[in-house]
Structure formats: C-alpha cells, structure tokens
C-alpha cells in the first residue's frame, strides 16, 4: 500500500513542514509542535512516531512533519526528528 499525502492546511500542497515540539506529555503519550512558518501548533500523537521509528519526542526537538485530517483540524504525522546545525 502507499503512503497517503495530506494537503497542508494552509497552502492546499502536500509538502513537509517543521517545527519544534513546545510540548511533549509522555503519560498520555501527545504533545504539540510549534511551525517554523508562524502558522500555529499541530496537535501530535505517538501513534504518529512510531510509524517513523520514533520512541519519543523532547520538548525543543527540531522536528519535520506533515499534516493529516483530524475530525474539523489537523494533527501532525510522519513525524521525524531533524539534525538542524546551531546558526
């Protein structure tokens, strides 16, 4: 089967965002992901690491992402942690 792309919320492409995670629970296993762009935080769930091989995400995490439909929002999947070089 092959993979499923979502259009981004904002600009109707499919296309891979990112972020840092602002927030991560590790209890009830969510948190949210702040855009590069300014556009808002994604909701994101750890169903959606471990289809990426994550185990967890830590707060400050320089991550890419892309967006699938929620109910009426979008949350983050394909989540992966990105290697960013200090600027």
């Not at 991560?24 to 959606?48: K, Q």
């Not at 109910?71 to 992966?80: E, I, P």
Request: some cysteine.
């Amino acid at each position: 089967a092959g993979r499923v792309a979502f259009p981004n919320k904002h600009t109707g492409k499919n296309m891979r965002k990112t972020g840092y995670v602002r927030r991560w629970c590790p209890e009830r296993g969510f948190g949210l992901i702040l855009n590069d762009d300014g556009t808002g935080e994604e909701f994101v769930h750890f169903s959606s690491l471990a289809a990426t091989g994550l185990q967890e995400l830590r707060p400050g995490m320089d991550v890419s992402f892309e967006l699938a439909p929620r109910g009426a929002r979008f949350h983050a999947v394909n989540v992966r942690v990105l290697d960013r070089a200090p600027e």
